[in-house]
């Protein structure tokens, strides 16, 4: 599955750059993208390069952090959200027909290995998608090029919109979970559901119940608990 991880994540050569940039969220560098048509733009030919790379070889990229620099790592992150919204129901339509069959012997024998892990926890996540007023968000320690390639290839681009992912590699789980509420508001019902100490002690930082997933049997009791609105 890495192997097919590192593939989608270059899919577009100049998502290597990216990674090296380490946003937190799709929308960081937003303000920085004037809006120009990329229909035709060459993202290997303009020159950018990440923070430990120079420009290519005959072209300028501006100075890192500079104007032109940030324009196009804001063309490189809407060219990363348009791929994400078209694929994120068919993450095949990215991969060779090799590597389309690789990943559905993976996904099922993924499945066989974990006691179907992954549909287990789907279930949940469909149903709070479900409810309308309620919605999914990520928070991972992986960087964010590598974690929508994840997301995409487990099959849970549907119900994780690009929007609601964040990297915590940068600035750690507390620092997302107050964007978190600053996005979505004070008002909201918040509950975190995760394995590790990172997310339990952020949660109790912000007041958030805090659902430990550590077993499947822990994963079934979750669906049973809100198919029956106790959460």
Known sequence: MEELIFELADTHLFFNDLEECDQVHVEDVASDDNGQDLSNYNFLADGFNGPSGGGASGTTTGVQGGVEWMR??????RRLKEIYNSYKRNV??????????????????IENVTDAWLSTALKSLLLIQSRGKCMNVLVTTTQLVPALAKVLLYGLGDVFPIENIFSATKIGKESCFERIISRFGKKVTYVVI????????????????FWRIS?????????????????
């Open 72 to 77: 196009k790592l804001a063309f490189r992150y």
């Open 194 to 209: 995760g394995d590790g100490r990172d997310e339990e002690f952020a949660a109790k930082q912000h007041n958030m119940p």
């Open 215 to 231: 077993t499947h049997g822990d994963l079934v009791s979750l669906h049973q608990a809100l198919e029956l609105d106790f959460l």
């Open 92 to 109: 095949g339509g990215l991969l060779s027909p090799m590597k389309r069959e690789l990943l559905i012997r993976l996904q099922s024998e």
